[in-house]
């Protein structure tokens, strides 16, 4: 499966962005789709994932109670609503695939697509 991330840009502190995630290819219901994130001079860390079946979530508890995430099952498309942004949320955003079950380790996701910057200005 290919992956496309879409929707970062230059928002204000306070503000919100939502994010998407397309795929392209088949995404089965037991594999775990997650957003990640990487600042400069950091590692990947994990943000959010979502169950593609069951709908199940998990999130980092960075963003937990600002961040939504959610698909669209017909639309093979992920989203991360993003509201409260504060800069340290500035990185690269990048979604993956997991095929190892309910996981928030970078490495066992896959397919990762090619990242969409989020600036938060303060």
């Known amino acids: 499966v290919q992956l496309q991330a879409s929707g970062g840009g230059l928002v204000q502190a306070g503000g919100s962005l939502r994010l998407s995630c397309a795929a392209s290819?088949?995404?089965?219901?037991?594999?775990?789709m997650g957003w990640f994130r990487q600042a400069p001079g950091k590692e990947r860390e994990f943000v959010s994932l979502?169950?593609?079946?069951?709908?199940?979530?998990s999130y980092a508890n960075s963003v937990k109670g600002r961040f939504t995430i959610s698909r669209d099952n017909a639309k093979n498309t992920v989203y991360l609503l993003m509201n409260s942004l504060k800069p340290e949320d500035t990185a690269v955003y990048y979604c993956?695939?997991?095929?190892?079950?309910?996981?928030?380790?970078?490495?066992?996701?896959?397919?990762w697509g090619q990242g969409t910057q989020v600036t938060v200005s303060s």
């Open positions: 290819g088949r995404i089965y219901s037991s594999h775990v």
């Open positions: 993956g695939r997991s095929r190892s079950g309910y996981t928030t380790r970078v490495v066992d996701y896959d397919s």
């Open positions: 979502i169950r593609w079946g069951a709908g199940t979530t």
